[in-house]
């Protein structure tokens, strides 16, 4: 079975700031993406940033980073320079490149910048 | 190009009526999902379907019925709907293969009540 964990259910953040968000994860796959998805209030879900397991190099999307810790099952979110639009839900996922469709996601981070 | 389009985007419903939610896609995607989620949880794969006229089930089937008759369409019916399934319903596609698995594109969500 596969699992993805968010240990921090809310966090705040001054705005200009930087702050990191945790997701652990389990599964027996040997490749896998594993994907930040960001809920605003709106409640779309919208693509943060996306890590295949294959690659080392941690992705980068402009102010958006990950640090992939595969041996650690750890796969964590740094927004730099946080800004007001950036106040959301923010949840960690993974799909196995295997047969199974289920992508799993994490029970989300609520994530406050403050003015 | 409107990507994944949900109708209705709310509804309320007394227990034991029937409704269908109707999932769109214009980008030729060949999989679809619906997706349910519940307060303080991610989101939970309902059912899915890998082409036209074919369904299959995910990790909470049950009360849920669906129908992909045309390529472009993906249904998700409640026959005898309860308020445990009160929930927002997320419908997402994504291009067919392994490749595909790196970005699923997601509806705006249906917010249900049930009565």
């Known amino acids: 079975a596969q699992t993805v964990t968010q240990s921090q259910p809310e966090m705040s953040v001054q705005e200009a700031e930087t702050v990191t968000l945790s997701c652990t994860y389990d599964t027996s796959e040997s490749n896998y993406y594993l994907f930040w998805y960001k809920q605003p209030p709106s409640r779309q879900m919208i693509l943060v940033i996306r890590?295949?397991?294959?690659?080392?190099q941690n992705a980068t999307e402009n102010r958006f980073s990950v640090n992939f810790q595969k041996a650690a099952k750890s796969f964590s979110l740094k927004i730099s320079d946080s800004q007001l639009g950036d106040t959301a839900m923010y949840f960690c996922a993974l799909i196995g490149q295997g047969g199974s469709e289920k992508l799993v996601f994490g029970k989300g981070t609520k994530l406050t910048v403050n003015p | 190009n409107a990507g994944v389009t949900q109708t209705p985007k709310f509804r309320v419903l007394k227990t034991g009526q029937s409704m269908t939610l109707l999932c769109a896609q214009d980008m030729n995607h060949e999989y679809m999902y619906w997706y349910r989620q519940d307060p303080g949880m991610g989101l939970r794969l309902i059912h899915y379907s890998v082409g036209e006229g074919t369904t299959a089930k995910g990790e909470v089937p049950d009360g849920y019925n669906v129908s992909r008759l045309k390529k472009q369409n993906f249904l998700l019916g409640l026959e005898s709907a309860a308020p445990s399934q009160t929930s927002v319903y997320f419908c997402?596609?994504?291009?067919?293969?392994?490749?595909?698995?790196?970005?699923?594109?997601f509806g705006p969500g249906t917010r249900l009540t049930v009565l």
């Open positions: 997402a596609s994504r291009i067919s293969g392994r490749a595909g698995k790196d970005t699923q594109y």
């Open positions: 890590q295949e397991a294959y690659k080392q």
